[in-house]
C-alpha cells in the first residue's frame, strides 16, 4: 500500500518536473525568438536611420554643389555683361572686359566638366521633376543667355565701333536668377520634407506650348517654325536653321513693327497670333492673288 503510495507520488513529481522543463524550454525558445525578432527589427530601423541620415547628408552635398554652380556661372555672365554695357560705348577701355571673359570661360569649362554629372546627381536624389527643370529650363536658358552675350561681347570687341546699342540681356539674367531662386527652394523642400532618392517626386508630364517664348539666342525646332512663320509674313529671306540670331531678330522686329506690337526683338504669344493670323489671311487671299497672276 505505501509501496504504490510512494510511486504516485513520485510520477506526479516527475510529471511536474517534466511541465517544468517543457515549460522552461517553450520559455527559453519562445523568449530567445521574442529577443531575436525585437534585436533584428531594432537594427532594421537603425540601419533605415542610418540609411536616410546619410542620403540627406549626400543630398546636401549636391545641392551645395549644384547652387554654388549655378550662382558662379550667372555672376560670372552679369560681370561679362556689365564690362561689355562699358564698353559699348565708342573707345572705351576694354581692359575690364577681357578680365571679366577670362573669368567668365574658366566658370564654363569647369561647368561642362560637370554638366552630365550634375544632372545624374540631381536625378538621384531630388528626382527627375528636379532633374527636368534643370536641364529643361534652367541649362536651356543659361545656353541661350550665353548665345546672346557672346554675340554682344563679340560685338563690343571689334575694333573702331561706334555706340552700340545694349540688348537686353540685363532683363534675362534677372528673369534667370529667379529660375535659379525656385530650383533652390523645390530641392530644399524635399530636404526639409525627406522626399529624397526613391521618394522623390518624378518628372511632371511634359506640356507642349503653341507659344513658345523665343529671343536672341533660341535654338531648336520652335525657331525653325517662327522662322517659316516669318518666311511666310515676307519677313525672313534667310536659311532656316533654327538659331535665333541677328537675321532672325531683325525679321521679328521687322514684323512686329508692321503688325503694331511692342518692338523687342521677343517672340511671344502677341507675336505668335499675329503671325498666326497674318498666315491665315495669306492662305484666305492666296486664290484671289493666283487669278491675278494668271490674268
Known amino acids: 500500500m505505501k509501496s504504490r503510495s510512494g510511486q504516485a507520488i513520485l510520477s506526479a513529481m516527475g510529471d511536474q518536473v517534466l511541465l517544468l522543463l517543457i515549460g522552461f524550454a517553450l520559455t527559453s525558445v519562445l523568449g530567445g525568438a521574442l529577443g531575436f525578432f525585437f534585436q533584428t527589427r531594432s537594427w532594421s530601423h537603425q540601419h533605415r536611420v542610418q540609411r536616410r541620415d546619410q542620403t540627406h547628408e549626400q543630398a546636401m552635398k549636391v545641392f551645395e554643389e549644384v ?42 569649362a569647369e561647368w561642362n566638366d560637370n554638366l552630365n554629372r550634375s544632372l545624374a546627381l540631381v536625378q538621384t536624389f531630388f528626382g527627375a521633376g528636379a532633374r527636368q527643370q534643370l536641364e529643361d529650363h534652367v541649362y536651356e536658358e543659361y545656353s541661350a543667355v550665353g548665345r546672346a552675350l557672346d554675340e554682344f561681347v563679340r560685338d563690343v570687341s571689334r575694333a573702331g565701333h561706334g555706340d552700340l546699342p545694349v540688348p537686353p540681356i540685363g532683363r ?10 525656385a530650383l533652390n527652394i523645390q530641392m530644399l523642400e524635399l530636404l526639409q520634407q525627406d522626399r529624397l532618392g526613391a521618394d522623390a517626386p518624378a518628372a511632371a508630364p511634359a506640356r507642349s506650348s503653341t507659344t513658345p517664348l523665343l529671343q536672341f539666342g533660341s535654338q531648336g525646332d520652335a525657331v525653325r517654325e517662327l522662322q517659316t512663320a516669318l518666311a ?9 536653321d533654327g538659331s535665333f540670331g541677328r537675321r532672325t531678330d531683325s525679321a521679328v522686329r521687322a514684323f512686329q513693327r508692321s503688325a503694331g506690337l511692342v518692338e523687342d526683338g521677343i517672340a511671344g504669344a502677341a507675336t505668335w497670333n499675329a503671325l498666326r493670323s497674318s498666315d491665315s489671311t495669306q492662305i484666305v487671299s492666296a486664290p484671289a492673288s493666283s487669278n491675278v497672276g494668271s490674268s
Open 67 to 108: 547652387s554654388s554652380a549655378l550662382d558662379k556661372r550667372l555672376y560670372r555672365m552679369r560681370l561679362v555683361f556689365w564690362a561689355a554695357k562699358r564698353g559699348a560705348r565708342g573707345g572705351a577701355d576694354l581692359s575690364a572686359l577681357n578680365r571679366a571673359l577670362k573669368d567668365y570661360r574658366d566658370a564654363i
Open 172 to 181: 534675362r539674367l534677372t528673369w534667370l536668377g529667379r529660375e535659379v531662386y
Open 232 to 240: 511666310r509674313a515676307g519677313r525672313f529671306e534667310a536659311r532656316v
